[in-house]
């Protein structure tokens, strides 16, 4: 039953047209991008100011309602969504927080909204010849709030760091609906915890960010990327250690397999890149002020790989075809099944022992998936996709989970935590360190309104 006193409360302070009541209308609110997690909500409310946030989460508190921040709804692990059971949230929306401040060339820095679309974002700091450290492919989407809220990852991670590396200062509100500010751009500023960098990755449940003081990088003249085809992963890893010590500028390098390529390849009418398939490839991209595509053919010679086994491409186009390889892969392994979709780490060494580990281990609980691996090899990430099993049986989550933990890798590199793998987190977390994370939550919100459910799953308290 509606809270009816709520949503007139939340009405007074968004305005009637920003409270989504209808089931229809708060449906896409309600189911998270891959289909797996989702729940119903009390409502979807769309505030366009941080005042209006604060007024918002106290009104939910007041009610005992949770309060679910939600940006592009892109997450991949059920953290911007609400859960199947307990008293249906209010899923907080931050796409009307979208101003795009200037940019300063000096600082190298922006104050953004928490709803800013990290392809709007890219724009606005190209325009002043500046670039966003992090990028990937649902750039059309993310949002700045769930990028920090999940600490993203993506692509140029070995080059910039991941989002916590961009992050100067933060503006939140807290639990009681109090607002913190972090957004005058001093990067040198020792005066006690670092507020801002603790709300980084903690998906939702210590605050709502509401806008971002982020680092922006040098933007790339030029940058030449090449599909590099090899017969197995460790020729692969090793090839990125080569590749890396003889080119400067390399800030991407990505491992897929030949069973991914070829599912985009079918789901999207591509061609194959290469006139022979290969076991594996990497796509590497170098970028800088200088051309470097010259040093880049010379490494790859140096690998010993032979010329039909390399595409190369300099110009944007040529680029994005090549890149359509590895950013469609998602979208087509989602095309047919909802996937147990994992984004692990593992230590970059043992990397290409790791993917024949995983595919016995979940062969052992599930026949006839279809598992597509894919990563960001310097960071030792590998994204696990099994499809079969139905969303609901664990038993695959479990054994990729513990080979995980066998190799010394860690449960979540970029995804987070959510509710996906909550119930695991002691797989990557020591007893000490989630008792440090549960006494910091409940001293932020003790009476449980942020988010229950994910992370912390114990905490849960609706
Ligand atoms: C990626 O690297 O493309 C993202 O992490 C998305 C995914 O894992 O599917
Ligand atoms: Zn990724």
């Known amino acids: 039953v509606p809270d009816e006193r709520l949503l007139h409360e939340l009405r007074e302070i968004v305005g009637a047209e920003h409270v989504l009541t209808e089931a229809d209308v708060r449906a896409p609110f309600e189911r998270d991008w891959t289909g797996r997690f989702g729940g119903p909500c009390t409502c979807a409310v769309r505030p366009s100011a941080a005042r209006e946030v604060a007024a918002g989460v106290r009104a939910g508190a007041g009610a005992h309602v949770p309060i679910v921040a939600q940006g592009g709804n892109t997450g991949l692990v059920g953290g911007g969504v609400p859960g199947p059971s307990g008293r249906p949230p209010v899923v907080l929306s931050a796409t009307r927080l979208d101003g795009l401040g200037e940019v300063d060339a000096d600082a190298r820095q922006v104050t953004v909204g928490a709803g800013v679309v990290l392809a709007d974002l890219q724009e606005h700091a190209g325009a002043a010849g500046l670039a966003v450290a992090v990028d990937f492919a649902a750039r059309g989407s993310a949002t700045v709030g769930g990028m920090i809220a999940t600490n993203a990852g993506g692509i140029h991670v070995m080059a910039h ?48 960010v509401t806008a971002a003081r982020l680092r922006l990088v040098e933007a790339a003249v030029h940058a030449t990327a090449a599909l590099i085809g090899f017969d197995d992963v460790t020729d692969a890893v090793a090839a990125v250690r080569t590749l890396r010590g003889d080119v400067t500028g390399i800030h991407a390098a990505e491992l897929l397999f030949d069973g991914g390529l070829r599912l985009v390849c079918e789901q999207f009418g591509l061609a194959p890149p290469l006139p022979r398939p290969a076991a594996a490839y990497l796509l590497v991209e170098a970028a800088g002020r200088t051309d470097v595509t010259d040093a880049l053919a010379a490494a790859i010679e140096h690998l010993g790989v032979a010329p039909e086994r390399t595409a190369v491409a300099v110009d944007a186009a040529g680029r994005h075809r090549l890149w359509q390889y590895r950013e469609l892969l998602t979208s087509a392994i989602s095309a047919t099944a909802v996937p ?123």
Not at 174 to 201: C, E, F
Request: glycine letters at 12%; zero cysteines; aromatic letters at 4%.
């Open 340 to 462: 147990h979709k994992f984004d692990v780490t593992v230590p970059v060494s043992r990397l290409a022992a790791f993917v024949p580990a995983v595919e016995s281990a979940v062969a052992r609980v599930a026949g006839g998936v279809q598992v597509v691996v894919f990563g960001h090899v310097a960071d030792g990430n590998l994204h696990v996709n099994v499809s079969g099993p139905p969303p609901d049986d664990e038993a695959v989550d479990d054994v990729v989970l513990g080979e995980v933990a066998r190799f010394g890798g860690s449960i979540s590199a970029e995804h987070g935590i959510g509710r996906a793998k909550a119930r695991w987190l002691h797989l990557s977390r020591s007893p000490a360190e989630i008792a440090a994370m549960q006494a910091i939550k409940r001293a932020l919100d003790p009476g449980g309104v942020l988010n229950p459910g994910v992370l912390l799953a114990d905490l849960t308290t609706s």
């Open 161 to 208: 760091g991941s989002m916590r590396a961009q992050v100067v200062g933060l503006e939140a509100v807290l639990a009681d609906g109090t607002t913190i500010s972090r957004l005058s751009g001093l990067t040198k500023d020792n005066t006690g915890y670092d507020l801002s960098q603790l709300l980084v990755g903690s998906e939702g449940t210590l605050a709502v």
